[in-house]
């Protein structure tokens, strides 16, 4: 990128640098991240131009990390939801660091929290069925780096799952 172009970024660090028409951008890519940017800029109350500078800069700021799908895991055979807590045999640094390089290379596993409290780990995990999971849980779960143990709680009904945050509007 140029110099000039970087100059005019402004790049910003946190929401509190965000004005009322960066947030309300957000706020509105949240629910549909393929809506056009006339229709977007017309969401907001800006013009084309200046709604798609806005986010390019929101995009480039990190505020924007990527647009995805939400696909329905049951109809690609990925239903089966469950928690597991992970306890490892030890919290050194090193440990920790192997554990957390492993999981990133899970495809089933959803998401990975290190926690305070009892265990280490909260993992999301879905697979297609029981057997499925018993059988990720034995041959790529329990040989995880460092991995003690686990307790896996399987979901009876997901009630909601939302990926949209929160985003105050401010003043405009």
Do not use: W
Not at 8 to 36: S, T
Not at 75 to 97: C, D, H, M, N, P
């Amino acid at each position: 990128m140029s110099e000039k172009a970087t100059k005019g970024l402004a790049i910003m660090e946190n929401l509190d640098a965000l004005d009322f028409f960066d947030r309300r951008i957000l706020k509105v890519i949240q629910d549909d991240g393929r809506i056009a940017v006339v229709d977007l800029a017309e969401r907001v109350g800006l013009s084309k131009s200046p709604c798609l500078k806005r986010l390019r800069r929101l995009e480039q700021s990190g505020f924007i990390r990527g647009y995805r799908a939400d696909l329905d895991p049951y109809r690609i055979q990925q239903g089966y939801l469950v928690f597991v807590q992970v306890k490892l045999s030890t919290t050194k640094r090193a440990a920790l660091e192997d554990f957390n390089k492993a999981v990133r290379d899970i495809p089933e596993i959803m998401s990975c929290h290190m926690m305070a409290g009892g265990f280490d780990y909260l993992l999301k995990v879905r697979t297609r069925d029981m057997n499925s999971y018993r059988q990720f849980l034995g041959d790529v779960l329990s040989v995880l780096p460092g991995v003690d143990q686990t307790s896996t709680f399987p979901v009876m009904e997901q009630v909601k799952e939302s990926h949209t945050l929160v985003i105050k509007e401010g003043e405009t």
